[in-house]
T-cell receptor, first 114, second 117 residues
């Protein structure tokens, strides 16, 4: 299994600012992903964090708004840039150990933009 | 492209009764299917998954699900509900590409399970 730690667990931010969320996995993983869970909604995949290269973004999400880094096999960051109240959500990091394996999730970062 | 439909945003059952949470999927390639549970203010925990092989899969906490390709369904069941089962349940699908490795998950909207005493 893999244990995923996210920091911060929650934050309240001013509109127009940026927040970087860190995701640390306790073992080397093949794939890392970032999801958004808006209030009362399901999870939506933002992007796949690729080690050593640019992230692969899903439709509706762009690098300028959600820059992602993945410098090694155990760590990734997601930045929410130029925040607005509409960005208030829970952001979750996820990882898989390889093919045919389950996805593990962090506890999430609860972001409130005021 | 993939999608997941969970019928019923809220399901209420009595303690000890059968739990049935419905999930239908759409996928252009053979799917991997998952059920996750989310307790209040907690992350997601895998209940069970179907990748290949036996279509009836058993998970944690007495839950099981059956993959029915002809019905494109993966309904979650538990014979006897317990108060501790009250949570949000998400069905999810991913695809195995020919190159190996699963992509990110596509989630359903979730079903809130309420257990009546």
């Amino acid at each position: 299994s893999a244990v995923i730690s996210q920091k911060p667990s929650r934050d309240i931010c001013q509109r127009g600012t940026s927040l970087t969320i860190q995701c640390q996995v306790d073992s080397q993983v093949t794939m890392m992903f970032w999801y958004r869970q808006q209030p009362g909604q399901s999870l939506t995949l933002i992007a796949t964090a690729n080690q050593g290269s640019e992230a692969t973004y899903e439709s509706g999400f762009v690098i300028d708004k959600f820059p992602i880094s993945r410098p090694n096999l155990t760590f990734s960051t997601l930045t929410v840039s130029n925040m607005s109240p509409e960005d208030s959500s829970i952001y979750l990091c996820s990882a898989t150990l390889g093919k045919n394996t389950e996805a593990f999730f962090g506890q999430g970062t609860r972001l409130t933009v005021v | 492209a993939q999608s997941v439909t969970q019928l019923g945003s809220h399901v209420s059952v009595s303690e000890g009764a059968l739990v049935l949470l419905r999930c239908n999927y759409s996928s252009s390639v053979p799917p991997y299917l998952f059920w996750y549970v989310q307790y209040p203010n907690q992350g997601l925990q895998l209940l069970l998954k179907y990748t290949t092989g036996a279509t009836l899969v058993k998970g944690i906490n007495g839950f099981e699900a059956e993959f029915k390709k002809s019905e494109t369904s993966f309904h979650l069941t538990k014979p006897s509900a317990h108060m501790s089962d009250a949570a949000e349940y998400f069905c999810a699908v991913s695809a195995m590409y020919s190159g190996g490795g699963a992509d990110g998950l596509t989630f359903g909207k979730g079903t809130h399970l309420i257990i009546q005493p």
